[in-house]
């Protein structure tokens, strides 16, 4: 059974070289494969599009250091997922209860864009990451990359998941799908995602959870 994340992956050869581009200009970067962070057995999975350059792909966290972080962190915390509102560093003390935040990419790709290739090739480690999941479990999808890759894992149709903010889509004997715009600085900026907007995502969540 494939591991739900290898630090030594070097699959996709794109991505391998970039990261040692920006390691070589970046030092003290953590410019490697990014791990999940979060709860072991959470019933609750966060799936994100890939780590940033100044946030996860510095400080070896997702979403940690850099602006998509903060709403989702802010979030976390306000419907009883995480220890505080902020998550700075890897190290900060910060815990999450019921919740795992993972990416359908493990690696920075240039310019926040993985292609297609890269996508199918770590899409192993989330299909096994889904199958730890318990029953009842949702996932929260963070953009329409995401979303597809989490379909894909499971096995599903793309025509038969329509993307779309605060859809809620079931899998039959898998879990709950919930899909958000992602909380990225465009997004946030331009209103296309309000706090609002993203709260309502994981006040379903929650709901969900708790009956």
């Given at each position: 059974m494939t591991e739900i994340f290898d630090i030594d992956c070097r699959q996709c050869p794109r991505l391998a070289a970039f990261l040692r581009d920006i390691q070589g200009k970046n030092a003290g970067?953590?410019?490697?494969?990014?791990?999940?962070?979060?709860?072991?057995?959470?019933?609750?999975?966060?799936?994100?599009?890939?780590?940033?350059m100044?946030?996860?792909?510095r400080t070896g966290r997702p979403f940690t250091g850099d602006y998509a972080g903060v709403l989702l962190y802010e979030t976390l915390h306000r419907f009883g997922f995480g220890s505080?509102?902020?998550?700075?560093?890897?190290?900060?003390?910060?815990?999450?209860?019921?919740?795992?935040?993972?990416?359908?990419v493990k690696c920075l790709p240039p310019d926040n864009k993985p292609i297609g290739a890269e996508i199918n090739t770590c899409n192993p480690y989330l299909v096994a990451e889904l199958e730890l999941l318990p029953a009842g479990a949702i996932v929260v999808a963070l953009?329409?990359?995401?979303?597809?890759?989490?379909?894909k894992a499971i096995g599903g149709r793309q025509v038969d998941y329509k993307f779309g903010h605060a859809v809620e889509h079931i899998i039959p004997e898998h879990f709950t799908m919930l899909d958000s715009y992602h909380c990225?600085?465009?997004?946030?900026?331009?209103g296309r995602l309000t706090p609002?907007?993203?709260?309502?995502?994981?006040?379903r969540a929650r709901q969900l959870l708790d009956t």
């Open positions: 970067y953590y410019c490697r494969p990014v791990p999940p962070f979060g709860d072991g057995n959470a019933r609750l999975l966060i799936v994100g599009l890939a780590p940033g100044h946030g996860a792909n505080c509102a902020q998550s700075v560093s890897a190290d900060d003390g910060l815990r999450l209860t019921d919740c795992r935040i993972t990416n359908a953009g329409g990359i995401a979303h597809r890759a989490v379909i990225s600085r465009y997004n946030t900026n331009t609002e907007m993203f709260e309502q995502v994981f006040a």
